[in-house]
Nanobody, 122 residues
Framework: QVQLVESGGGLVQPGGSLRLSCAAS????????MGWYRQAPGQQRELVAT???????NYADSVKGRFVISRDNAKNTVYLQMNSRNPEDTAVYYC????????????????WGQGTQVTVSS
């Protein structure tokens, strides 16, 4: 089993910075792409950013230039640095990862965290 746990959310003010973390644990053999998604009430879950195993990054247009995704492969952790937050960034943020396990090293599985709430309010 592989588990992803997000942390770092909360009630924050706009304009500052906040870093979300997501750590993967379990019988991990390798982690390929990792990413962040978010979902606001009444909205579909949307892509925020992804990062490949080699560090190549993709961002949604709505966050490009404001958020930065990064990863620490030694810690099996992906981060989302949120700079200059806006009220529309309020959502539950979920991390995901494409992971192979010790038992299935050639078959990546998409794993999801349970989410962390980010509320942006002045």
């Amino acid at each position: 089993q592989v588990q992803l746990v997000e942390s770092g959310g909360g009630l924050v003010q706009p304009g500052g910075s906040l870093r979300l973390s997501c750590a993967a644990s379990g019988s991990i053999f390798s982690i390929y792409a990792m990413g962040w998604y978010r979902q606001a009430p009444g909205q579909q879950r949307e892509l925020v950013a992804t990062i490949s195993s080699g560090g190549r990054r993709n961002y949604a247009d709505s966050v490009k230039g404001r958020f930065v995704i990064s990863r620490d492969n030694a810690k099996n952790t992906v981060y989302l640095q949120m700079n200059s937050r806006n009220p529309e960034d309020t959502a539950v943020y979920y991390c995901n990862a494409d992971v192979t396990t010790q038992d299935r090293r050639l078959t990546p599985e998409r794993s999801w965290g349970q989410g962390t709430q980010v509320t942006v309010s002045s």
